[in-house]
């Protein structure tokens, strides 16, 4: 019985590793050049395991990861050519659900970029397609570069009219600091 029992533990233990193994492997060759990305990510923060990896390209080109520190805390971490260029633990900002809840009921930010927007009616984000945190570094000129957290939630989806465009929220506050409505639906 005993001898049944450890086979059994050590075929599950073996079956659970493949699998994460091939969860990555498959990750990251839909993304060129994230596996040294995640690397550096790893290598240079707190980051203690990759469970989440994106490209990000809303202010730069790079990659987004997300995963616990030693101590099993969320971090978000963006990397660009190898290099880390920024890292925020995610209970400082608003949660995925936060965000979305926040993209349903839009209010503009208080700090806007540009002031021609405070009279542009925003959407409600009726299904949200893809969402995702950014930094908002310093040397990048963006439509939410005024974002008071200095990071922000990048929600992409169909809108309450039908069309589909970006929402850009405030990390902290979900206030929006930008919309754009695209012509043409890119799933």
Known sequence: MKKTFW???FVLTVLIAGAVFAVREVTYSQFEGAE?????ALDNTVLNQVQEAAPFTAGMEGFYFAGPDKQGHRVY???ADNKVVATV?????????QAVEAAKKPVWGKQL???DLKNQPLQALAEVYHAT??????TQVSEFSTAPSKYVWELYGKMANGEVGY????????DVLWQCLLTEPQK
């Open 77 to 79: 971490v963006w990397t």
């Open 133 to 138: 945190p950014g930094p908002v570094l310093p």
């Open 36 to 40: 040294d990305d995640a690397q550096a």
């Open 89 to 97: 633990y995610a209970d400082q900002g608003l949660s995925k659900d």
């Open 167 to 174: 929402t850009y929220l405030d990390f902290k506050s979900g």
């Open 7 to 9: 086979i059994s533990v």
């Open 113 to 115: 970029v540009r002031e």
